[in-house]
């Protein structure tokens, strides 16, 4: 047999390992699943062996299906996982799973398939298959809920997340915690079960356990699954699969969840979140800095600013472990930002998610500082302090004075010129962009922005930075905006004329949060504070064509006093506590106004006007942003937007929208866009060429 799976007799033990690293995935294509189930045929017809064992070598059991497998066609004549675990149900002799690091999807749904399963402390088991937009397909929706009951297995299947194995075993998922080394511990398991004659538990057998009425439990289950996962179709098919496993024999409930799965396997969704898992994947990689580059070590770090920014940052590092010395100029504006820190940890204890004793640690890695001397032996130093030029190379020629040889020095800027900034310093190479999210301590995204003199250690050092502190790391070039902020300034601006044009501030949100964001971009912008904006746009003025269309509405909400959510009033009313947006009739004037003012007729827009406009100009600045070089990847641009920006997980990112609507629908959008509107949608070369040659800005 193959060394992907090994099978071996060892004393009662028809013993299989899995041995098909990383994680051991079940791999159609590789026979994995075909060489399985040959071992298991092998030793039934063998005397010797009174039972199997099921193991993985390295470090898991079996992290489940090969996904790059999923989409394609099967291998002919090699079994898959349904046959494989439907087989498994005719073994009379006792089949043991013995696990270690973790079992998931596939992996897990073979150690369901087993009599007997034993778990290593801290082995993680779950079914994650809904984070790709399906469901468990290997019997997984029959199994789990005839051991653990409808509303456990229904709750692990629906979030998707993981539990341990002492749960598990509390759960009655594991029917034992080994002590020892693998395989050592599961095969002394397994002897056991031989010896002691145990009987054969199958997961096949009778209907799935549900308190109450089956009716009841079921129409509540599925009002909560819409309500928290909505636009996903998944939950609510794992929600039908699990009703079938609580009122139908077991045979028929495979077929619900065989017609569940290849219902789901080709929806959009589902080639979405798929799309997403390899982006993540591939967004490390940088072409032209080899993944065996030497980085730097990061043991501390240096905040400059203890403001939102700088506090949240700081958060990240200390939350990794990395003592951090935060900078101010003056101890009030220091105890200020340590003040925030503290009680953001405090909301956290009072709320069950950390302990009293990590955040006593955590603080204690924090330290207040008021001279740049403080910091000169720090490892890696973020400025965060206001977004203005001046400023910001103030701040770096005396970094550059004072920091350490070999420290890196980076700027969190949102939007200025990184080469301006490291030109102020003598050593360019040191100088890296990272532009984290505000807060700075919750978005998962990290714009990593690469100068032209970037050293590529500083870069690699930067990117395995970005996963010790648990973002994302996305490399960006040197541009107003980078990626994100340079794609959205499209977006917003549709989103400004098309107030002027005919429609209101509730329409525009509406459509784009039943596109699936969680707000729209008035009431992001009331969130976040229409001060932020004014500001950029006032520096921008000076520089701004004059041919060019501008909506002057914003700004003139702004010179009202009203910033948003902070004051109670932006784009829409507050009352005083609440973030709940209210239309106000002054805002909506002020607009027919500006209409009148800029000699614009005002027109009923439609909703998929609104939608096209908003997200095709995502678009077609991305596409203009790939062919200058500014982002590697497309899918790059897609993990920008899922990660910092709040698009919507299940349609895959801007680029990966354009990809399933179809570039060619895209692009003649676009060009009737660039016919009523002028230059602002002049299409993209990329675009273009991608739409006439019937290509993606995804290859599959």
Known sequence: M????????????????????????????????QRILDAIKEGEHDPAVKAFLIVGSGRAFCGGADISEFGKPSSVGLSTLPNLVSYMDTVTKPMIAGIHGFALGGGLELALACHFRAALPGTLLGLPEVKLGILPGAHGTQRLPRVL????????MVSGDPIPAEKALDLGLVDELLKGEMPAAAIQFANRVVREGREIKRT?????????????????????????????????????????AVTLPFKQGVQRERDGFEKL???????????????????AKIPDVPEDTRTREIRTAAVIGAGTMGGGIAMNFVNAGIPVKILEMSQAALDKGLGVISRNYAATVAKGRLRQEDMDRRMGLLQGVLEYEAIKDADIVIEAVFEDMAVKRQVFEKLDAVMKPGAILATNTSTLDV???AAATKRPEDVIGLHFFSPANVMKLLEVVRAAKTGKDVLATSMKLARTIRKVGVV??????????????????????????????????????????AMGPFRVSDLAGLDVGWYIRKRQAATRPAHLRYSKVADRICEMGRFGQKTNAGWYRYAPGSRTPIPDPQIEELIVEASAEAGI???????????????????????????????????DIDIVYVSGYGFPRYRGGPMFHADTAGLDKVLESVQRFHA???????????????AKEGGTFNPA
């Open 601 to 635: 007729t005002r027109r009923e827009i439609s909703d998929q006007e609104i939608l096209e406009r908003c997200m095709y100009a995502l678009v077609n600045e991305g596409a203009n942003i790939l062919k200058e070089g500014i982002a590697l990847r497309a899918s």
């Open 265 to 283: 396997r080709p929806g959009t969704e589902s080639r979405s979140l798929r799309h997403l898992f390899f982006a993540e994947r591939e967004v």
């Open 676 to 690: 009523q509107h002028g230059e602002f949608w002049a299409p993209s070369k990329l675009l273009e060429r991608l």
């Open 476 to 517: 960006a070039g040197v541009c107003d905006g980078f990626i994100g902020n340079r794609m959205l300034h499209g977006y917003f601006r549709e989103a400004g004329f098309l107030l002027e044009e005919g429609a209101l501030p509730q329409q525009v949100d509406r459509v784009i949060e039943d596109f699936g964001f």
């Open 204 to 244: 096949n057998s009778g209907q799935a356990a549900v308190d109450g009425s089956v009716e009841a439990f079921f129409a509540n289950a599925r009002a909560r699954i819409a309500k928290e996962h909505r636009g996903y179709p998944a939950p609510l098919v794992i929600c039908d699969c699990v009703e079938a």
């Open 419 to 421: 080469d301006e900034i």
């Open 2 to 33: 193959s060394d992907i799976v090994t099978y071996a007799v060892q004393g009662h033990l028809g013993v299989i390992t899995l041995n098909n690293p990383p994680v051991n995935a079940l791999s159609v294509s590789k026979g994995v699943l």
């Open 149 to 156: 009951g409808a509303a456990r297995a229904l709750d692990m």
